[in-house]
């Protein structure tokens, strides 16, 4: 296995300038990074990375797109803390959860402190939050079929607002993000990175969810930074923050704080249509914010497998990357 000071460590950071349905999980950018790597590369080069990384003969991990210098804020592990504190009654421990669930992210610089003393977090600023809303749409009929008599039908599309709270008066929406990446050095990884700085280069867009031909979803490659300072000043880590969809592999169970996300698998095309019968599949996830316990370090901590509908081609990437903490 790849040594943990072998690994080179990257921010990428994203431009949006359109409405987002989500923020994308790493799950999500995989695939599009995969997409492009093809175009790039050839079909053949793309299956071969993608077996790479489920042998774990290479090692890439990539956090979910977030919010430019914030990190997922570990709610599960600080209501659990505040929770096990004397002094706190029923009423307080309510409103300081709400706080707490207020804050998704939090800054990079203010992690630890959260982790040391929880009940800080509850007066902390700036933080970003996500809230959620419907936006109404008007499908022109008439234009579509060419049929001046039908009627305009009205639907709904969810909408994600990314904010950052400045202080209790102050908000403004986030249209900088960006996503964090680790890579080992083989050849594979090196054509990856090479592909990202081309992409930052030309300022390339990339689409990381649906209705991008309405404008959402739609993302720009702006820069692409250096971490290994940043990351390697706490290289003998065993805990780690967890930025993205982890499938565990080596972490402690018992000294972490987890927090699941489970989703249905569905095959990217299916002949027949969707209205088809299918087999339903589900696969859960360590979700973002969780803390881990990785005594061998965060290259063996995830894992990838085999699609439940390709097996010979595709994968369900699980290689979250963890953000090292020291506790």
Known sequence: MTRVEDMTYYKITLESNGLLTQLPDSQRLFGALVYMFSNEYGGDKATALAKALLDKSIHLALSNVLPYDYLPAPQESMIEKLTGLH????????AKHAEIKKRSYIQTAKLEDVLRDPQGCTALFPYVQLRTQQQLRASIESERYNIPALESKLYSVPIVEVLEVINEEQKKPVNTF???????GSDLCADLLNMLNEAVKTKQTIILGKRASQGLNIFKFSCIKDINEQILANISATSFLNTGMLLPDEINFASSTLKLF?????PFEMSGGWKKIFTRYYISFIAEGSLISAPSGSAGAGKSVKSCFNENRDIVFGNAFLYPISL
């Open 87 to 94: 002094g706190n009654t029923a009423v307080t421990l309510k």
């Open 178 to 184: 960006c996503f964090l990446l680790q890579a080992d």
């Open 262 to 266: 489970t989703s249905e698998r569905r």
